[in-house]
């Protein structure tokens, strides 16, 4: 069964820093974009912050963590992290992880394979 599962979340103080991690299984992925999402309070939209090519040599950030978050692969672990610095309150949201076979940019959000998500909670 193909899953992604998120680790690395937690509490933070502003100005920190946080690497979250995405574990791709049941498959290779290796051929697929994958990238990370956020939403920042129940019933609010999930919103793109990352997302990183099947080569890893294209990337795409929001514009709110350009700067302060990088996106890296390991095609031979299967894996996707998202190194977050000088954090901000704002970033406090759930994080999630996400793949797809098309090639970036993504036209919409409609994507292949979700993780379950994991929180990240940004302290004053």
């Known amino acids: 069964q193909e899953r992604l599962v998120e680790s690395g979340g937690g509490l933070v103080q502003a100005g920190g820093s946080l690497r979250l991690c995405c574990a791709a299984s049941g498959r290779t992925f290796s051929s697929y974009s994958m990238g990370w999402f956020r939403r920042q309070a129940p019933g609010k939209e999930r919103e793109f912050v990352a997302a990183i090519s099947s080569s890893g040599g294209s990337t795409v950030y929001a514009d709110s963590v350009k700067g302060r978050f990088t996106i890296s692969r390991d095609s031979a672990k299967n894996t996707v992290c998202l190194q977050m610095n000088s954090l901000k309150t704002e970033d406090t949201a759930d994080y999630y992880c996400?793949?797809?076979?098309?090639?970036?940019?993504?036209?919409?959000?409609?994507?292949?394979?979700w993780g379950q998500g994991t929180q990240v909670t940004v302290s004053s």
């Open positions: 996400a793949a797809d076979p098309l090639p970036l940019p993504w036209s919409d959000y409609a994507l292949d394979q």
